[in-house]
């Protein structure tokens, strides 16, 4: 079971990003997924999740209107779109896979927004 986070990078502020969290060992139909991140010298924070049911999904009122998450269980990828970056959501990002009482993370991708 391993989860792999992609698409990270060095962007200016207002640009875009789109981060892919690929899953190989398991399907994510019955996980529900969610993408965290963390700054340095911060405690790690939940950007946004996507129930495994029926597709709801929550993010944080720090990337409201900006961030979208969502999910293709045909490919067992998960996905975070970026818009309109700023030089807080400077971070390393983490997918994280859940279901009842198992937990799986990725291994995080470097988003770094700077002029």
């Known amino acids: 079971v391993q989860l792999q986070a992609s698409g990270g990078g060095l962007v200016h502020p207002g640009d875009s990003l789109r981060l892919s969290c690929s899953a190989s060992g398991f399907t994510l139909d019955y996980y529900d997924m969610g993408w965290f991140r963390q700054a340095p010298g911060k405690e790690r924070e939940g950007v946004g999740c996507?129930?495994?049911?029926?597709?709801?999904?929550f993010v944080a009122d720090s990337v409201k209107g900006r961030f979208t998450i969502s999910r293709d269980n045909a490919k067992s990828t998960l996905y975070l779109q970026m818009n309109s970056l700023k030089p807080e959501d400077t971070a390393v990002y983490y997918c994280?896979?859940?279901?009842?009482?198992?937990?799986?993370w990725g291994q995080g991708t470097q988003v770094t927004v700077s002029s």
């Open positions: 996507i129930d495994s049911s029926d597709g709801t999904t």
């Open positions: 994280k896979a859940s279901v009842q009482s198992e937990n799986y």
